[in-house]
């Protein structure tokens, strides 16, 4: 079944109307027919109608055991922290997010779960950073920003043999196009405020567990602290999924587009995408991803701030702001935005210079995109406003 009809199938319809639209279920209770006899649901921020179908699309695109939705990105990523416990360890990609880096580092850090950040492009690298402590991996693949790809399997392999859980934030490459469950990770984390959401309109978090007992275990979690998906933040999401599949490939084809254009300028440094030949992943990328995917970031041979700055606040049809995936095109500045909580000489030695540009690439037309880069790319060069 093509996937397109396969998300349309799993979107059901109302049984009691007949509303091709999921139904809102805007409650916080459900009548109960005697104590502890209901219709499955009790309290909203137990169960919830809404919540479930897209806990239940997310897990099924996944091809996982069990989906949660989570207020946000950052609410999912630490309900998966918490499966950890005081003394364990965590191996990280080293370009991390950075609310994922401030929450690692002073939040949990306070309670005895430690960080190690290692450059996870090189399974060997991983392998050589666990210690008996290690309970877990982390990886961001394609990373944010600087578009790095691990080999998901290989690194699977490693944490099996260890007994280590891997998890995969897949943000950038959605489901659509990377399924990290079937390359042998156990956990998959998404911002679905991002491709999933895919309207700049909703804050959400997604995880899906690859094997039942550790779904379980994370659904206790999500109850027993509370930070769950509304029911109209769970409509929105279930609604944007119904187009998923046909905006993803078309940031893709755009992005391709416009990183083969970058080729061709003289006056950046350094060009990250991972559908470009020279990227130094892209065979990996290749193998494990259906499409590059719609983020592209790049860098200044002057490598100054100020070029950054001039670049993100010329550009007509790239708005700056922080996040991506949605249909509009965003260019942000990571080392003072995105990246800003992560010290400079952290970001800076992971590859976050102060000249890097991230473009969430929208679903405006190619050709136009195009040339809004190359005007205000001709104004760095000339070092010229308005």
Same mark, same amino acid.
């Given at each position: 079944?093509?996937?397109? =009809?396969?998300?349309?199938?799993?979107?059901?319809?109302?049984?009691?109307?007949?509303?091709?639209?999921?139904?809102?279920?805007?409650?916080?209770?459900?009548?109960?027919?005697?104590?502890?006899?209901?219709?499955?649901?009790?309290? =909203?921020?137990?169960? #919830?109608?809404?919540?479930?179908?897209?806990?239940?699309?997310?897990?099924? %695109?996944?091809?996982?055991?069990?989906?949660?939705?989570?207020?946000?990105?950052?609410?999912?990523?630490?309900?998966?922290?918490?499966? &950890?416990?005081?003394?364990?360890?965590? /191996?990280?990609?080293?370009?991390?997010?950075?609310?994922?880096?401030?929450?690692?580092?002073?939040?949990?850090?306070?309670?005895?779960?430690?960080?190690?950040?290692?450059?996870?492009?090189?399974?060997? $690298?991983?392998?050589?950073?666990?210690?008996?402590?290690? @309970?877990?991996?982390?990886?961001?693949?394609?990373?944010?920003?600087?578009? *790095?790809?691990?080999?998901?399997?290989?690194?699977?392999? /490693?944490?099996?043999?260890? #007994?280590? &859980?891997?998890?995969?934030?897949? !943000?950038?490459?959605?489901? /659509? %196009?990377?399924?990290?469950? $079937?390359?042998?990770?156990?956990?998959?984390?998404?911002?679905?405020?991002?491709? /999933?959401?895919?309207? !700049?309109?909703?804050?959400?978090?997604?995880?899906?567990?690859?094997?039942?007992?550790?779904?379980?275990?994370?659904?206790?979690?999500?109850?027993? !602290?509370?930070?769950?998906?509304?029911?109209?933040?769970?409509?929105? &999401?279930?609604?944007?999924?119904?187009?998923? @599949?046909?905006?993803?490939?078309?940031?893709?084809?755009?992005? &391709?587009?416009?990183?083969?254009?970058?080729?061709?300028?003289?006056?950046?440094?350094?060009?990250?995408?991972?559908? %470009?030949? $020279?990227?130094? $992943?892209?065979?990996?990328? *290749?193998?494990?991803?259906?499409?590059?995917?719609?983020?592209?970031?790049?860098?200044? @041979?002057?490598?100054?701030?100020?070029?950054?700055?001039?670049?993100?606040?010329?550009? @007509?049809?790239?708005?700056?702001?922080?996040?991506?995936?949605?249909?509009?095109? %965003?260019?942000?500045?990571?080392?003072?935005? !995105?990246?800003?909580?992560?010290?400079?000489?952290?970001?800076?030695?992971?590859?976050?210079?102060?000249?890097?540009?991230?473009?969430?690439?929208?679903?405006?037309?190619?050709?136009?995109?195009?040339?809004?880069?190359?005007?205000?790319?001709? *104004?760095?060069?000339?070092?010229?406003?308005?």
């Amino acid at each position: 079944m093509n996937e397109l =009809t396969s998300i349309l199938e799993s979107i059901p319809v109302d049984p009691l109307t007949g509303s091709v639209a999921v139904p809102i279920y805007q409650t916080s209770t459900y009548v109960q027919e005697s104590p502890g006899v209901n219709k499955g649901f009790d309290y =909203t921020r137990t169960n #919830n109608p809404t919540r479930k179908i897209i806990e239940d699309i997310v897990a099924k %695109l996944e091809n996982g055991s069990r989906g949660l939705a989570f207020a946000s990105g950052l609410a999912a990523i630490d309900a998966v922290v918490k499966l &950890l416990k005081s003394g364990d360890e965590v /191996i990280a990609v080293d370009d991390i997010y950075g609310g994922a880096y401030r929450l690692f580092t002073t939040v949990y850090n306070k309670f005895g779960i430690t960080i190690k950040f290692v450059d996870t492009t090189d399974a060997s $690298n991983v392998e050589k950073a666990i210690t008996e402590n290690t @309970k877990m991996i982390w990886l961001e693949s394609p990373t944010n920003p600087l578009l *790095k790809i691990s080999d998901i399997e290989a690194i699977a392999k /490693i944490a099996k043999k260890q #007994n280590i &859980l891997l998890v995969v934030d897949n !943000t950038f490459a959605s489901p /659509i %196009l990377q399924k990290p469950l $079937n390359l042998g990770a156990d956990i998959v984390i998404h911002s679905a405020t991002k491709y /999933i959401g895919g309207h !700049t309109d909703v804050l959400a978090g997604l995880v899906v567990a690859r094997e039942p007992k550790l779904g379980e275990e994370l659904k206790y979690i999500q109850n027993a !602290t509370g930070g769950v998906l509304a029911p109209f933040d769970s409509w929105l &999401l279930i609604r944007s999924i119904e187009t998923l @599949k046909i905006r993803v490939e078309n940031h893709s084809q755009n992005a &391709l587009k416009i990183a083969r254009f970058l080729q061709t300028r003289d006056e950046i440094k350094t060009l990250n995408y991972p559908g %470009l030949e $020279n990227h130094p $992943n892209f065979d990996i990328a *290749k193998r494990q991803q259906k499409l590059p995917g719609g983020i592209i970031s790049f860098s200044f @041979k002057d490598d100054t701030e100020e070029s950054a700055n001039l670049f993100v606040t010329s550009t @007509k049809i790239f708005k700056l702001a922080e996040s991506l995936g949605g249909t509009k095109s %965003l260019v942000c500045h990571p080392a003072s935005m !995105t990246h800003k909580s992560t010290p400079r000489d952290v970001r800076v030695k992971a590859g976050v210079t102060d000249s890097l540009i991230r473009l969430s690439v929208g679903l405006e037309d190619a050709e136009d995109l195009i040339l809004d880069i190359e005007q205000a790319l001709d *104004k760095v060069k000339t070092g010229k406003r308005g």
